[in-house]
């Protein structure tokens, strides 16, 4: 199976989650990622930098129609829904979903939509139920699905709701995330 696009969704204490898993990517990752985290609008100069000084991957904020580039790690841009189409993102200023955007199940869902089971799904720490809906419907569709083990999680809500909804097909600990997405990339069919 040749994986398109893995997107990791989280809100509350991801950023410390996100720092683990991103270190475990070597340099040679092909699959591209995407990062959705709620946060507050006047952070768009500040994530990008964060997440590239634990990553050996190169690091950019989500542009709209931007073509999906193997081997990269995006950023979702506060205050911006963002959508697969095509290769591309898409950023939308739709109404919040869950009081977030950029909203994880709108994500989730676009890619399940056009990637299906090329897709990976990861659901981190966080408060309410943002992603619960869009993991079902990617698993639906046959993609990966990998949510946080609540016990690990600062704010286990998202991740409860996650596996709630019948979405997580692996619950796991921070620090097997990046090497299960490894792995998983680099199966042959």
Avoid at 11 to 31: E, M, R, W
Avoid at 61 to 85: C, F, N, Q, T, W
Avoid at 137 to 142: D, E, F, K, P, V
């Amino acid at each position: 199976m040749t994986y398109a696009l893995i997107a990791i969704g989280g809100s509350l204490g991801s950023f410390k989650v996100l720092q683990v898993i991103l270190a475990a990517l070597p340099p040679t990752f092909k699959v591209p990622v995407v990062i959705i985290v709620h946060r507050e609008r006047g952070q768009e100069a500040i994530l990008a930098p964060l997440v590239q000084s634990h990553c050996a991957l190169p690091v950019a904020e989500i542009e709209d129609k931007g073509r999906i580039e193997p081997g990269r790690i995006y950023i979702a841009p506060s205050d911006y829904h963002v959508l697969v189409e095509d290769g591309t993102f898409a950023l939308s200023v739709e109404a919040p979903l869950h009081h977030a955007r950029p909203s994880i199940d709108i994500t989730f869902e676009s890619m399940a939509d056009y990637y299906g089971r090329r897709a990976i799904g990861v659901i981190l720490t966080g408060t309410g139920q943002d992603g619960a809906q869009g993991m079902a419907a990617l698993r639906q569709r046959g993609g990966q699905t990998v949510v946080q083990t609540p016990a690990s999680a600062e704010a286990p809500g998202m991740p409860e709701a996650a596996i709630s909804a019948g979405a997580a097909g692996h619950v796991l600990p921070p620090e097997e995330i990046g090497p299960f997405l490894v792995k998983l990339t680099e199966e042959r069919p």
